[in-house]
């Protein structure tokens, strides 16, 4: 069982170029998440998901894009990364009623 | 803006002593969550308690929560090198999609 996989687990970017995160899940999970870790700041949510198609803004949203075509998979899109973007970025989903399985993140750095 | 404040930041004990970490929050809550951050590891779910509920156990853990001072406590019983992580209380506010929002750690390191 794999649970929930990120790729890629590092990238360097430079600012201003494009990319995109990807989260697959195999517990046909209907909830799905995608937060930024940074030192000293605990995690916070950048976007999620309810369901397939569904997408909705969490906390800090700004300068990303998700999409959900297919239910197990979570896109997180940077369209013009920024060095304010660097961080470790966690992919999570969750059953109804369950708690959050985590993946274990993309260390992405903007130079 | 975050929810939990975790106390203390930082924790260093002998193995096979007791480690006690502390999360407040500020909102009405369906549950409060604890999660464990091994160093360059997703988060692993520990433990979670309803807001209806006052204390749980599982294994060597033991969580109260005290919703009229809004606060929670993780109790990790004869610790082990192994329990060397980072530990995140996370708050289920009611705002739907089951939505947490964490504090932002207490780091506990289990000398041998």
């Known amino acids: 069982n794999a649970g929930v996989t990120q790729t890629p687990k590092f990238r360097v970017l430079k600012t201003g170029q494009s990319m995109t995160l990807l989260c697959a899940q195999d517990m046909n999970h209907e909830y799905m998440y995608w937060y930024r870790q940074d030192p000293g700041m605990g995690l916070r949510l950048i976007h999620y998901?309810?369901?397939?198609?569904?997408?909705a803004k969490g906390e800090v949203p700004d300068g990303y894009n998700v999409s959900r075509l297919k239910k197990q998979n979570f896109l997180l899109g940077l369209e013009s990364a920024a060095p304010s973007q660097t961080s470790v970025y966690f992919c999570a989903s969750s059953g109804i009623s369950q708690p959050q399985h985590f993946g274990d993140g993309t260390r992405l750095s903007i130079l | 803006s975050q929810q939990g404040e975790e106390d203390p930041q930082a924790l260093s004990i002998q193995e096979g002593e007791n480690a006690t970490m502390n999360c407040s929050y500020k909102?009405?809550?369906?549950?409060l969550q604890w999660y464990r951050q091994n160093s360059g590891r997703g988060l692993v779910h520990l433990i979670l308690?309803?807001?209806?509920?006052r204390e749980k156990h599982s294994g060597r853990l033991r969580v109260t929560l005290d919703t009229s001072k809004k606060s929670s406590s993780l109790l990790i019983t004869a610790s082990r090198a192994a329990d060397t992580a980072s530990y995140f209380c996370a708050t289920d506010a009611r705002t739907g999609a089951q939505k947490l929002v964490f504090g932002q750690g207490t780091r506990l390191t289990i000398n041998p």
């Open positions: 308690i309803r807001s209806n509920e």
């Open positions: 998901s309810v369901g397939e198609g569904t997408t």
């Open positions: 909102t009405s809550i369906n549950n």
